[in-house]
């Protein structure tokens, strides 16, 4: 090292901010690479008694000058929080691993039992995973609190890795009676993708303990989202879910929905650049309702949401007293969109939560639907190359079960309906339906598995395409229809926004994902509709989303206009008694 180099390093020492512990050369932009070049910066190191945190970050150190380093450490057993961000630039990617296996090494060494771990912003990839393994399986990461590795290039090895160490370290710490009880878990831009994800997500389930997840940019589609939606459910205690910049749609927004159903203190979602789309902007409305108590900020930007279905999130979000901020921007709202959800949100004195809706990108065109759907052919491709590998049968049952199917698009009822049932559903006729009635009271209802949506949906319109001037047939058609629909709203809400937002794809009012066919729509379908927004059983608030879709979607229903017209002032009535 030149001598103006050791010079400016002592006059970078005489500054450095040393107190509570905490030794700190953050920032210097020291390029240190030999033992020499580190030679006072180790002295401060050796004479600092009771050092809890060391701040590295923002210089760049070479192998030798890492050896030394460490070799100070191998006596600093109180040791704590190591700041070791932005550590090595303009480093040979061989050279990392080497100068980190040193570090961690000493810290083995010492005793040390930190709580917080940062080597964010060290392009390191598996290789760096791979020499921070032995660490993060030791005694010294027993007690960590805090691991945060944004932007290290891991890749899916580089993931694998880390989640076997975590696994491992949970392992060790569970058979001394103290689990491993991380609580902050930061890995964004990291190029996780699916297996990177999902064998993270297995690490997480395990722990339990995570109060703050930041994955965001990582290539992760719906199957590594599931995954990690499975994950969350078992950390009751998250408050901070980032996951910006990945890949939903909507089977991925629908087990995040599932998941966040059972999860009671969560802060701040960040669901924003993920294809949420509208249908998944519709489940986790429902999500809104009935739980996040203590949500103070969403983040739906950038999803492909349309604009009824951002309405139907801004009138989920009035009953929120800690929310501070809801960000739609970047959606599909067009002009009139965006000004009406302004006005909606200020009609609830919430006006000052919304975010900019600057970057809006207008209504979507027609081509914009075929487009989709090319996308979500290549998406069902890769799902079936991988679909053992993800382990995603595991996932869609534990979905399946909890109320909500994952895959919504099935071309027949299932098998397990009982024959009749499906040789009426397949062509649904008014003397089968009466002879049904009849002969066996609640058994078209008892059979039809209204947990799936695409069924439920399904039966509903088949059935109520039957309705006609014919009493008798008019009759049964509603008699079943409640008792269907009443099974079906028995459900949770996620259960029954599912069923609805498949019905409005059904009818044309929703542009939907997958293989959901859109219907012919007949006035039956709209009077049957009218008739059970007035049972009990359906809740206002299913009215209040049914009549923003009917009020702004209104031409697809042109061709039955008086059937329309009639449902939307049933739902009128309904949403505003005092009308």
Not at 94 to 122: F, H, Y
Request: contains cysteine; negative net charge.
């Amino acid at each position: 090292m030149a001598s103006d180099d050791i010079n400016l390093l002592a006059e970078a020492l005489s500054n450095t901010h040393v107190g509570n512990g905490e030794l700190s050369y953050k920032g210097r932009g020291l390029k240190l690479d030999t033992a020499e070049s580190v030679k006072e910066l180790v002295g401060e190191i050796e004479k600092y008694q009771g050092l809890r945190a060391l701040r590295l970050e923002g210089n760049t150190l070479g192998v030798e000058a890492a050896r030394a380093i460490a070799k100070a450490l191998e006596s600093k057993d109180q040791l704590q929080s190591c700041h070791w961000s932005d550590m090595f630039t303009g480093r040979l990617r061989s050279e990392i691993p080497s100068a980190l296996r040193s570090l961690g090494s000493a810290l083995m060494l010492a005793g040390a039992r930190l709580t917080e771990l940062d080597l964010s912003d060290n392009a390191f990839g598996p290789d760096g995973v791979k020499s921070i393994e032995p660490l993060l399986k030791s005694s010294a990461c027993h007690s960590l609190r805090e691991l945060r590795l944004n932007n290290c290039g891991m890749g899916i090895g580089g993931g694998k890795i880390l989640a076997t160490a975590l696994t491992e370290c949970h392992k060790q710490t569970a058979a001394l009676g103290v689990p491993l009880k991380l609580k902050v878990f930061i890995a964004g831009r990291n190029r996780l993708e699916n297996e990177g994800a999902t064998a993270l997500a297995k690490a997480f389930k395990l722990m339990g303990s995570l109060e703050e997840v930041h994955m965001p940019q990582n290539g992760i589609n719906h199957a590594g989202v599931t995954a990690l939606a499975s994950a969350m459910q078992h950390n009751p205690h998250l408050r901070v879910l980032n996951l910006n910049d990945n890949t939903f749609t909507k089977p991925g927004t629908l087990a995040m929905a599932q998941a966040l159903r059972h999860l009671r203190s969560v802060q701040v979602i960040n669901f924003g650049d993920c294809l949420v789309r509208s249908e998944g902007a519709i489940a986790l409305s429902a999500v809104l309702r009935e739980g996040l108590p203590i949500l103070k900020e969403l983040n739906l930007s950038f999803g492909e949401i349309t604009e009824a279905a951002a309405l139907v999130v801004a009138q989920a979000v009035q009953d929120k007293p800690h929310m501070e901020k809801v960000d739609l921007n970047g959606n599909c709202l067009g002009e009139e969109g965006c000004e009406a959800l302004k006005e909606t949100m200020e009609n609830m004195d919430l006006g000052n939560l919304l975010g900019s809706l600057s970057d809006d990108e207008g209504e979507p065109d027609e081509d914009d639907e075929e487009d989709d759907k090319d996308d979500e052919e290549e998406e069902e491709e890769e799902e079936e190359e991988t679909h053992e590998e993800d382990g995603e049968e595991e996932n869609d049952k534990e979905i399946k079960e909890n109320g909500v199917n994952k895959s919504v698009s099935p071309v027949n009822p299932r098998p397990a309906c009982h024959p009749e049932v499906i040789s009426f559903l397949s062509l649904p006729t008014a003397d089968v339906l009466l002879q049904l009635q009849e002969n066996k009271p609640g058994f078209l209802q008892q059979q039809v598995d209204v947990s799936d949506s695409y069924v439920a949906a399904d039966a509903f319109l088949k059935i109520s395409s039957l309705y006609s001037d014919n009493s008798e047939i008019n009759k049964a058609v509603l008699e079943t229809i409640d008792a269907l629909l009443r099974k079906a709203f028995s459900g949770s809400s996620l259960q029954t926004y599912s069923f609805l937002s498949t019905l409005l794809v059904m009818l044309g009012l929703l542009k939907g994902e997958g293989k959901v066919k859109k219907v012919q729509v007949l006035p039956g379908h709209l009077l049957v509709l009218e008739h059970t927004v007035q049972q009990d059983y359906f809740p206002q608030d299913h009215a209040s989303l049914l009549d923003t879709f009917v009020a702004r979607h209104g031409k697809a229903l042109k061709a039955c206009s008086s059937a329309r017209d009639s449902l939307k002032s049933t739902l009128e009535r309904r949403i505003s008694p005092e009308c």
